[in-house]
Structure formats: structure tokens, C-alpha cells
């Protein structure tokens, strides 16, 4: 149901919206990979609104969520009124996932839409979807190829949705996601090559969760060895950098276990260990 913003949507827009729920409408029942991030809240909305019961979201966990995320998919899906159901996995099992080479998320993505095509299949729901949208198109995803060898639909870009799109549809839905930053598992912030370890990932969940409680909402820390590497937004850097959070930010994140701990002078930017693959 649209609020009031929904006189500033473009016909264009709202053409997408139309193709998303015929599209949807067709399939008859889904279940949504929900991670409760903005465009897997998008589709889970709009698929609820389409289908009622017959749409659920599944909701894989591990050691890379943070209990925050799994908390608010909860909420999100208790307000709605739509079925979650939250099952474990464990991608440290998989050797090719703890190495942590390039096609890192393949392995992951195989291992939890292999999950989810199981619950949907106990559940009677004939078909499993995935949140990703266009933008996703341009840059390196090699869990995609996971998606499309399990037979995954990708109901936001087979209306050929953008991230800005889902935003503006999310704001006019009253969502409460639309506005929320971009999230990617822990796993990703490590340097391709470095293994993955329960502890590892938990010591960048303290370290993202201090710099969220004191306002720096837009974040990464990456790992590199026993260094922390900040990522904030441009706009945040100067905070960052003052006396006062500077070294409150030091003094935790050498309480944590990193023995250098550094600021990215270039800002926050998405997947930006990519930047170590050859182009």
C-alpha cells in the first residue's frame, strides 16, 4: 500500500512496479531469501501484498550476520505479519569458503539457496527468489552464478529495478528499510586470500557495532592481517578523525584485537576489496 509519496513516483516507475507484481502474481508462491536489507524487504513486501500466505521469507544465518541485521528482519516480518522462518547454516564447513579466494560468495550463496530451496520445498512453495537488482549487474557477484545454477529467480531485475528505484517504492510503501545503508556479510570485509575464522568475523562485528553506536551508521572495517581498516563516508571523515572519537575508536579496537588500526583517506565505497582483483 502506498502513503502519500506515491504522487512523486514517474510513470516509469510505476510501470516497473506493475511488471514486479505480475511477475510475482505468475509464479503463485515464493519464498524470499530474506537478509531484512533493502531490497530483499522491498520484494518480501510487495510479494506478501501479491500473494498473502502463499509468499514467506526464509532467513539464513551464520557466524557473518550480526545479531542486529536478524533482529530487524524479525521486526520487519512481525509487523507484517509474514511467515519467517530463521534456519542455521554453517559456510565455514565448505574449505573453499574459509579460504576466502575470489569466488568466496559462490560458495556461500550455493550453500544457503541450497538451504532455502529445501524449506520451500517442505513448505509446498514452488519457487525460491533472491533480492538482487540491476545495479548488481555491474559489479563483481560471483554468487549470481550460484543463483542461476540453483534456478533462483530475481524478481527486481526481471523488472529491471534499480537500488534508486527500490529506495523511492520502499519510501512511498512506508517502509522503514528505505533509507537503510547498504549491507554486505562480514565475510566481505576481508582482503581475498586471508582465511575466515569464527573469531575474525566476530572481532569485526565489535568493531562495526562501536563505530554504529557512536553515529557512523554508513561503515566497514576491513581486515587486512592486524590491521583495522576504517571505511566511513567522506562526509564523516573529519568527525572520525577528531581528538575525541579518534582515540576512543584506537583504544576499542586495540581492546578488540587489531594492532594497527587505520582511516581510508578515499571514503566508504561498496565491495571495495574488488580492487584487488586484476580488471
Not at 547454516?89 to 576466502?100: L, S, T
Not at 552464478?145 to 534508486?164: G, I
Not at 522503514?176 to 545503508?181: C, I, R
Amino acid at each position: 500500500m502506498m502513503n502519500e509519496t506515491e504522487n512523486s513516483l514517474t510513470e516509469e516507475i510505476r510501470e516497473k512496479l506493475d511488471n514486479l507484481k505480475n511477475y510475482i502474481r505468475d509464479l503463485g508462491s515464493l519464498a524470499v531469501g530474506f537478509s531484512g536489507g533493502v531490497d530483499s524487504s522491498f520484494l518480501l513486501a510487495v510479494a506478501k501484498e501479491v500473494l498473502g500466505d502463499r509468499a514467506i521469507a526464509v532467513t539464513a544465518v551464520d557466524a557473518s550476520i550480526p545479531e542486529r541485521e536478524l533482529k530487524e528482519a524479525r521486526e520487519f516480518c512481525e509487523e507484517r505479519r509474514i511467515q519467517q522462518i530463521v534456519c542455521v547454516v554453517d559456510p565455514m564447513k565448505d574449505e573453499e569458503f574459509r579460504k576466502n579466494g575470489p569466488d568466496r560468495c559462490y560458495f556461500c550463496k550455493r550453500n544457503i539457496f541450497g538451504e532455502i530451496k529445501k524449506i520451500a520445498a517442505e513448505k509446498q512453495i514452488e519457487y525460491v527468489a533472491e533480492g538482487s537488482n540491476m545495479d548488481d549487474l555491474g559489479d563483481y557477484r560471483p554468487g549470481l552464478r550460484a543463483v542461476a545454477e540453483l534456478s533462483v529467480t530475481s524478481p527486481l531485475r526481471e523488472a529491471k529495478l534499480y537500488k534508486k528505484d527500490i529506495r523511492m517504492l520502499s519510501k512511498a510503501m512506508g517502509l522503514p528499510t528505505w533509507s537503510k545503508p547498504a549491507y554486505a556479510c562480514l565475510a566481505s570485509r576481508f582482503v581475498y586470500g586471508e582465511e575466515i575464522t569464527e573469531e575474525k568475523l566476530h572481532k569485526i562485528d565489535l568493531a562495526e557495532q562501536f563505530l554504529i553506536e557512536h553515529g557512523f551508521i554508513e561503515e566497514r572495517v576491513r581486515m587486512h592481517g592486524n590491521i583495522a581498516r576504517i571505511e566511513v563516508p567522506a562526509r564523516d571523515i573529519p568527525r572520525l578523525a577528531a581528538d575525541d572519537i579518534r582515540e576512543k575508536v584506537y583504544d576499542r579496537f586495540k581492546e578488540i584485537g587489531f594492532l594497527f588500526v587505520t582511516l581510508d583517506m578515499h571514503g566508504y565505497r561498496v565491495g571495495s576489496m574488488n580492487d584487488t582483483l586484476t580488471k
